[in-house]
């Protein structure tokens, strides 16, 4: 990578405005999509496989991961991942920045984590500039299905967002969220642990 690429990705990463149309970006995202290619071509046996491909596109993982096919992202390097993380089918990941995810995260199909964001300005914006802010998500939480998650969010600990929720703010560790744009309906608390009786 030439130095002026490595500065521009270093500025897009630390959330400066900046032109990132440029042919050898276009090559780095090329290579991460043949990457992503690659795993989604392989069925579900192929485990050893997956497995290899994951921890070469991914920046960081935990001991224990399963990400189920299609999946997609743009660099790949700048997500990590924690422990006994599991993504359902069609997760997609634009990770211009550090997109950060703890442990025991279960993530629901069709969701997008975004991190981008281009001008609003139209010749600004075709000319291909645009803003990283980093996405963090806690440990312990759930990620319902169908779910948009927007640049700068964090998600606290041990939350659960519903289904279809669209994440424009940051959500408190150990809430119940929920909508469109998502806000905190109630905390989780032992009041919602299943009963022992109603377990078969």
Known sequence: MNPETENTLQALRSGEWCHCISPEISAI??????????????PPSATEQRSEIIKSLLGGTGERFIIHSPFHCDFGTNIKIGNNFIANYNLTILDETDVTIGDNVFI??????????????????????????????????????????LPGVTIGDGSVIGAGSVVTRDIPPHTLAI????????PITETDKISASAIR
């Open 108 to 149: 629901g199909p069709n969701v997008s984590i975004y991190t981008i964001t281009h001008a609003l300005d139209i010749p600004q914006r075709n000319a291909g500039l645009m803003q990283a802010r980093p996405v963090t998500i806690g440990n312990n939480v759930w990620i319902c299905g169908n779910c948009v998650i």
């Open 179 to 186: 909508g469109n744009p998502c806000h905190p309906l109630r």
């Open 29 to 42: 995202l090329s290579a991460c999509e043949e990457k992503c290619f690659r795993l989604n071509s392989l």
